[in-house]
């Protein structure tokens, strides 16, 4: 029975889904109370693999087709939207006020991301708020070259903004 009771635990456990850390650096969302849409975006231009060799070595691991950076936004903003119900996260568009962008900053071996999320007030070009993600889930052979780490970051952030603009 005992067995069992830990077979189940751990099927549970391995079947819920894990979201990265996410830690607040600077600043507050306070700014995103009131809004509808967030536009998303995704920097890789400083990202490096390994912390030492360069992101393109990475992109060089498996097949990937061109349009990979789109097609990671879109998982972003597709946990994203699932988690935070209220604030809709659409692709960069130049018409709403705020902007968050995913600036990953290392991509480990198995396809982990770090990253620092900024969230920008397109009107000003004001850094609103800094957060540094650590993902949970990487992806080191598929053709969308960052799909699992930003639906893990679409989770995490969505997560967050939930609980905090939403009260």
């Known amino acids: 029975m005992r067995k069992l009771f830990l077979l189940l635990v751990l099927l549970t456990w391995g079947l819920t889904?894990?979201?990265?850390?996410?830690?607040?650096?600077?600043?507050?969302?306070?700014?995103?109370?009131?809004?509808?849409?967030?536009?998303?975006?995704?920097?890789?231009?400083?990202?490096?693999?390994?912390?030492?060799?360069?992101?393109?070595?990475?992109?060089k691991i498996a097949r990937r087709i061109k349009n990979w950076e789109e097609e990671s936004i879109d998982?972003?903003?597709?946990?994203?939207n699932d988690k935070t119900?209220?604030?809709?996260?659409?692709?960069?568009?130049?018409?709403?006020?705020?902007?968050?962008v995913v600036i990953v900053k290392n991509v480990e071996r198995s396809g982990?991301?770090?990253?620092?999320?900024?969230?920008i007030d397109t009107k000003t070009g004001t850094t609103k708020a800094v957060f540094f993600l650590k993902g949970s889930d990487g992806d080191d052979d598929d053709e969308i070259t960052l799909r699992d780490p930003m639906k893990d970051a679409g989770k995490t952030i969505g997560k967050y903004l939930k609980k905090t603009i939403n009260g």
């Open 17 to 59: 889904s894990k979201a990265g850390t996410l830690e607040l650096v600077e600043g507050n969302v306070d700014c995103l109370q009131n809004i509808e849409n967030l536009m998303i975006a995704l920097d890789c231009s400083k990202a490096t693999y390994l912390e030492k060799r360069d992101f393109k070595d990475f992109l």
């Open 75 to 80: 998982y972003f903003c597709e946990c994203f």
């Open 85 to 100: 119900k209220r604030v809709i996260a659409v692709h960069e568009n130049n018409e709403d006020q705020y902007k968050l």
């Open 112 to 119: 982990r991301i770090t990253a620092d999320i900024k969230i």
